[in-house]
């Protein structure tokens, strides 16, 4: 949803299921805000055009009007640059919020802000309509330390020129990569294997993979503004050294431009579609025709010859998880290194604009692997400690042996 309309949709058993508007959801009308999930299982709902401002749902008492932010509108710049701000839940319980080229940490409950941090090296601008993108690196025991990725986006002056002048500015190679728990951060900068702007980015379930797919190599988000489709998608490693991070992947033959997106789909293949720069929907007589198509980008861990290392999670789905309690999964595989497996839990994203809304992966603490004695393998861990860490809901849970993810099976925690 990219307006002031919350829609809802409960779960049927036949075809009577629809989707029903509730026009006064929102204090305020909201283009192209940011919705994060909170521990107590609500949303807060940050910014949009010209609301420098936040908001929860579902309302309370305590929730019925908007909270400023200033910082939206310090972050607001000529060409706005400041939507679709980047939101991440911090171990800590706030708010990390990066708009433009800068970021602060945000008690949303007290609406304070704790930490700022410093700006974006090179001072480009990293959200719409300089489509970045953002993640929050894979949280590890003990969970002590957070870590957020900034990559892609467009110079400065890329909006206007497209908008007035018709030229199309290379987008940026940079991403950057700050430690908000640091005692004193800074930003790590690295330099992509291609310019990138409207890129997606998604957490892959082996929690050692970062996926770069989607955009152009020029121009920005917007009607009619980019040029170069980014054809080739990057895999980013986070723990590789460093100047041996990225990895360049199989090129696509369509362009996803405006209004793509991709998910992470639960059999650990990525689904990507979309593509409509254009006003109306338009298909044909135009150097890049609105595309309504789906495809999945298939990552090597898919590939035959892993089959063999590929666990397949018996435990049927979906599983109970209670905070900071163990509990078992019972998996078959055809080789297994008892010291190479891991316990994945990755929360579902919503997709849009080149964020992944509420994107999170949680590497679980194991306690041991067991064969049993029909050859099969039961693995013990603990659920994450606390909702901070992990906002309850449904996650996609996976088995991961020597590098290579199951198919992911339901998991619920609360």
């Not at 409960?10 to 929102?26: K, M, P, R």
């Not at 409509?276 to 198509?293: A, E, G, K, R």
């Not at 999670?313 to 497996?341: C, M, N, R, W």
Request: charged fraction near 15%; glycine fraction near 6%; include cysteine.
């Amino acid at each position: 949803m990219t307006g002031s309309v919350r829609s809802e949709c409960s779960t049927c058993e036949d075809s009577t299921c629809d989707w029903v508007e509730n026009q006064t959801a929102l204090v305020v009308r909201r283009w192209y805000a940011t919705n994060q999930i909170l521990p107590d299982g609500s949303a807060v709902i940050i910014g949009g055009r010209r609301q420098f401002n936040y908001e929860f749902y579902p309302k309370s008492t305590a929730t019925l009007s908007t909270l400023p932010f200033r910082f939206l509108s310090d972050t607001k710049d000529p060409n706005e640059n400041n939507l679709y701000p980047f939101v991440h839940l911090n171990i800590d319980g706030n708010l990390f919020v990066f708009s433009n080229n800068r970021s602060v940490l945000l008690d949303y409950k007290k609406n304070r802000i704790m930490r700022t941090f410093p700006p974006m090296a090179g001072g480009e601008p990293r959200n719409y309509p300089s489509s970045g993108s953002s993640v929050l690196l894979p949280l590890k025991p003990p969970y002590t330390e957070a870590e957020v990725l900034v990559c892609g986006g467009a110079p400065f002056a890329s909006y206007a020129q497209a908008k007035n002048n018709g030229t199309f500015i290379p987008a940026l190679t940079t991403c950057g990569r700050l430690k908000i728990t640091d005692t004193s951060p800074s930003w790590s900068m690295e330099t992509m294997p291609n310019p990138r702007v409207m890129g997606d980015m998604l957490l892959l379930p082996t929690g050692k993979d970062v996926l770069i797919i989607n955009g152009a190599g020029s121009g920005t988000a917007g009607w009619e503004l980019a040029q170069d489709p980014a054809y080739t998608p990057v895999i980013y490693r986070p723990e590789a050294p460093a100047g041996s991070r990225f990895e360049l992947q199989t090129s696509a033959t369509t362009p996803r431009l405006y209004h793509s997106s991709a998910i992470l789909l639960r059999d650990g293949r990525i689904l990507v579609g979309g593509s409509n720069p254009h006003i109306n929907y338009n298909f044909s007589n135009v150097q890049y025709p609105t595309d309504l198509s789906l495809e999945a980008f298939s990552p090597e861990y898919l590939s035959t010859s892993n089959s063999n290392l590929r666990p397949k999670i018996v435990t049927a789905s979906p599983i109970e998880l209670s905070y900071d309690k163990q509990f078992s999964l019972h998996f078959s595989v055809g080789l297994v290194d008892t010291t190479g497996v891991s316990v994945n839990m990755v929360l579902p994203a919503f997709c849009t604009h080149s964020f992944s809304m509420n994107q999170r992966l949680l590497i679980l603490q194991i306690s041991k692997v067991t064969t049993l004695p029909d050859g099969t393998y039961e693995v013990a861990a603990v659920a994450p400690p606390s909702a901070v860490l992990a906002p309850p809901g449904y996650y996609m849970m996976f088995v991961v042996n020597s590098g290579i993810p199951s198919e992911g099976i339901w998991a619920h925690i609360q």
